[in-house]
T-cell receptor, first 112, second 109 residues
Framework: NAGVMQNPRHLVRRRGQEARLRCSPM?????VYWYRQLPEEGLKFMVY????????ESGMPKERFSAEFPKEGPSILRIQQVVRGDSAAYFC??????????FGSGTRLTVV | RKEVEQDPGPFNVPEGATVAFNCTYS??????FFWYRQDCRKEPKLLMS???SGNEDGRFTAQLNRASQYISLLIRDSKLSDSATYLC??????????FGRGTSLIVHP
């Protein structure tokens, strides 16, 4: 079992570009979560998804951010028209229902 | 009141010391509790689950107090390698784990 796979590990984007972050959950895990962590800050919940469904997106900014978890393929966190304040580590985690989450290694987004 | 609160520290202790962290949560309906460890610029990793009866794993002991709505983590005989940030995690039953901001531990020689 390869664990939760996130890519890319590091992503540099210029202001105004789009960032796409990918997450493949562990085999058998139906729940996917995305978190954002700013330097020296805690983990902030963004969105919770199951296959083809967004269950809770209460932590997602209202604009420019979207997430999906299609029937086939990885979960995608998409940030349109990135700004400097989007620079952060984005972690994906997956779990079976009611079990603790396993995290991926994260994607470190830098907006220049 | 924040959903999950932790003293950010840092806790600066010598090797061999015993150190305890507390974490309070606001949702009385919370059903599952965990401690994670996060090293600098790495992903959080599950340290241990916290059960109502308390549980121990080597030098680590976790306890839950539902009446007062807090969980604790005790580390005995601290090692240099225990230096990290310890995250309290509470699941309120909505399948969304809520993370505390973390408590920083620095173990020095």
């Amino acid at each position: 079992n390869a664990g939760v796979m996130q890519n890319p590990r590091h992503l540099v984007r210029r202001r105004g570009q789009e960032a796409r972050l990918r997450c493949s959950p562990m085999k058998g895990h139906s729940h996917v979560y995305w978190y954002r962590q700013l330097p020296e800050e805690g983990l902030k919940f963004m969105v919770y998804l199951q296959k083809e469904n967004i269950i809770d997106e209460s932590g997602m900014p209202k604009e420019r951010f979207s997430a999906e978890f299609p029937k086939e393929g990885p979960s995608i966190l998409r940030i349109q028209q990135v700004v400097r304040g989007d620079s952060a580590a984005y972690f994906c985690a997956s779990s079976p229902p009611e079990e603790p989450s396993t995290f991926g290694s994260g994607t470190r987004l830098t907006v220049v | 009141r924040k959903e999950v609160e932790q003293d950010p520290g840092p806790f600066n202790v010598p090797e061999g010391a015993t150190v305890a962290f507390n974490c309070t949560y606001s949702n009385s309906a919370s059903q599952s509790f965990f401690w994670y460890r996060q090293d600098c610029r790495k992903e959080p990793k599950l340290l241990m689950s916290v059960y109502s009866s308390g549980n121990e794993d080597g030098r680590f002991t976790a306890q839950l107090n539902r009446a007062s709505q807090y969980i604790s983590l005790l580390i005995r005989d601290s090692k240099l390698s225990d230096s990290a940030t310890y995250l309290c995690v509470v699941n309120g039953g909505s399948y969304i784990p809520t993370f505390g901001r973390g408590t920083s531990l620095i173990v020095h020689p």
